[in-house]
């Protein structure tokens, strides 16, 4: 599985942002998808998370009630909607699939930036 991640950028704390994650190659074991990030310094830390056959959605506390975690199946593509953004929300972010409940693939990340 192959994915490749868009959307980071630069944004004033208060704006929104929206990541996009597009997979390829062998999708239709995927069981889970969801997004990471990782701060400076800091360990990587999940953001949100679904699993695709129950519709499970998981949120890190970070980023309930401003990020929301979407899917496009037909197209292979995720979404990450952060609204409300603030500083500490700087990080890369990767996005990630668990394909056959046990192979782990990684977006190459996307750099997200809020000043204040």
């Known amino acids: 599985v192959q994915l490749v991640e868009s959307g980071g950028g630069l944004v004033q704390a208060g704006g929104s942002l929206r990541l996009s994650c597009v997979a390829s190659g062998s999708t239709l074991r995927i069981n889970a998808m969801g997004w990471y990030r990782q701060a400076p310094a800091k360990k990587r830390d999940l953001v949100a998370a679904?699993?695709?056959?129950?519709?499970?959605?998981n949120y890190a506390d970070s980023g309930k009630g401003r990020f929301t975690i979407s899917r496009e199946s037909t197209q292979n593509t995720m979404y990450l909607q952060m609204n409300s953004l603030k500083p500490e929300d700087t990080a890369v972010y990767y996005c990630?699939?668990?394909?056959?409940?046990?192979?782990?693939?990684w977006g190459q990340g996307t750099q997200v930036t809020v000043s204040s």
């Open positions: 990630f699939v668990l394909s056959g409940g046990k192979e782990t693939y």
């Open positions: 679904f699993a695709t056959g129950v519709g499970i959605t």
